[in-house]
């Protein structure tokens, strides 16, 4: 068996949440990294469709991510300009602003609950007629009955974030190892490495399992550690907007329609991204002829004419879901093991935040207040070890 040389860190998972905190540890703090990963940038973060709506994407009950999500927002043009120069490549980041429409009675009084709530929590929306809608957006349908306007709902290209990263941890000098993780080296009660498919050894003196929905199956760790995260699918459109009908939308529309909700995102360049079904059905990632007849139905109730864009991809994507639906980030119990998985429905909006803060705790070993609501220990209970 050989052995690879040692690094600083070890990263396993190459996502936009290894990625990111890859590229933040080599250029803030210069730690030496590794990268593993089979398929790099080809997850979730590939799946994605790039919003960055932490306030019309408000939930329920999900309050103390929002502080967390405003300021992965509020760092989000400043990251991507950061991100851009140091790849010599675009990053996606589009400044356009978000648009949540309701189809019916009954969806019109869902959105002005939350719209509410919304004002209750002191965030910055505007309830919007119908007529109000479509002045913004003429191809919406006359059909809607209302909306809110969110001026700092913002979107980016998921998929050149993604080479943005690749490019700018491979300008850092950040190494890729295009392998599988076999298991997780822990020996006298610390994480020192990786053990890959082929029997190398990878050993650091700290290891980051950022791999999205598969970081609880990666065996070595011991069982009050893995973190508790699961696959939710997501099934995702992406339409062709011709030149000639551009701009088709400019800004984000999320529908809430017959009590479901679905999004548009346009791109600049003319693709149109559609998503997203939610189910839970294990490491199922085949697209569905239901799943694609439910998006463009309801992408069809809200914007008609979608109908004469080709239909250029379909995909479904597995987003890493936690218990409470929140990240999971910071140093585990374990000591040398720092985790940064958990993301859900949040991974590209987090993306900033996660890559500033997890990168401080490899480097300087505190955990930032802002994620202290979101380390691992408060999955590390004591029924839980029993459990385990």
Same mark, same amino acid.
């Given at each position: 068996m050989s052995t690879i040389t040692t690094t600083d860190v070890v990263v396993?998972?190459?996502?936009? /949440?290894?990625?990111?905190?890859?590229?933040?540890?080599?250029?803030?703090?210069?730690?030496?990294?590794?990268?593993?990963?089979?398929?790099?940038?080809?997850?979730?973060?590939?799946?994605?469709?790039?919003?960055?709506?932490?306030?019309?994407?408000?939930?329920? *009950?999900?309050?103390? %991510? !929002?502080?967390?999500?405003?300021?992965?927002?509020r760092r989000y043009a400043d990251f991507a300009a950061e991100l851009a120069d140091a790849a010599g490549l675009p990053s996606g980041y589009r400044a356009?602003?978000?648009?949540?429409? /309701?189809?019916?009675?009954?969806?019109?009084?869902?959105?002005k609950d939350l719209h509410a709530h919304q004002t209750r929590l002191g965030l910055d929306s505007s309830w919007l007629t119908s007529r109000e809608c479509r002045r913004l957006e003429p191809m919406l349908a006359p059909a809607i009955t209302g909306g809110l306007h969110v001026a700092d709902d913002h979107q980016i290209d998921n998929r050149l974030l993604v080479a943005a990263l690749l490019a700018a941890c491979e300008r850092a000098g950040v190494r890729?190892?295009?392998?599988?993780?076999?298991?997780?080296?822990?020996?006298?009660?610390?994480?020192? *490495?990786?053990?890959?498919?082929?029997?190398?050894?990878?050993?650091?003196?700290?290891?980051?399992?950022?791999?999205?929905?598969?970081? *609880?199956?990666?065996?070595?760790? @011991? @069982?009050?550690?893995?973190?508790?995260?699961?696959?939710?699918?997501?099934?995702?459109?992406? %339409?062709?907007? @011709?030149?000639?009908? !551009?701009p088709f939308l400019s800004r984000n529309i999320r529908g809430v329609v017959? *009590?479901?909700?679905? &999004?548009?995102?346009?791109?600049?360049?003319?693709?149109l991204v559609i998503g997203a079904t939610e189910h839970e059905l294990g490491h199922d990632t085949r697209v569905t002829a239901g799943g694609v007849y439910e998006l463009l139905r309801d992408a069809h109730e809200l914007v008609p004419g979608i109908t004469e864009l080709p239909l250029v991809e379909t995909l479904a994507g597995l987003r890493p879901g936690s218990p409470d639906n929140a990240p999971i980030l910071g140093r585990s119990a374990l000591a040398g093991l720092v985790v940064?998985?958990?993301? &859900?429905?949040?991974?590209? %909006?987090?993306?900033?935040?996660?890559?500033?803060?997890?990168?401080?705790?490899?480097?300087e070993g505190g955990t930032p207040e802002l994620i202290r609501p979101f380390g691992p220990d408060r999955f590390e209970t004591a029924d839980r070890k029993v459990m385990a």
């Open positions: 396993v998972g190459a996502g936009v /949440a290894g990625l990111s905190v890859a590229w933040r540890a080599s250029t803030r703090y210069g730690l030496t990294v590794t990268v593993v990963d089979p398929s790099p940038g080809r997850g979730a973060s590939h799946a994605a469709a790039g919003m960055l709506t932490p306030v019309s994407e408000l939930q329920y *009950g999900e309050e103390s %991510l !929002l502080r967390l999500s405003i300021e992965s927002a356009c602003g978000t648009i949540a429409v /309701a189809l019916d009675a009954d969806d019109r009084a869902v959105l890729f190892v295009r392998e599988s993780v076999e298991r997780i080296l822990v020996a006298n009660d610390r994480a020192y *490495g990786v053990c890959l498919v082929d029997g190398r050894e990878l050993t650091a003196d700290q290891v980051l399992l950022a791999a999205g929905c598969r970081s *609880g199956l990666i065996p070595g760790l @011991p @069982p009050e550690v893995v973190p508790p995260v699961r696959p939710v699918k997501g099934e995702i459109l992406r %339409l062709r907007v @011709p030149p000639e009908m !551009l017959k *009590g479901g909700s679905m &999004y548009l995102v346009p791109r600049a360049d003319g693709e940064a998985t958990g993301h &859900y429905r949040h991974g590209i %909006l987090l993306t900033p935040i996660t890559a500033d803060t997890v990168a401080q705790v490899l480097a």
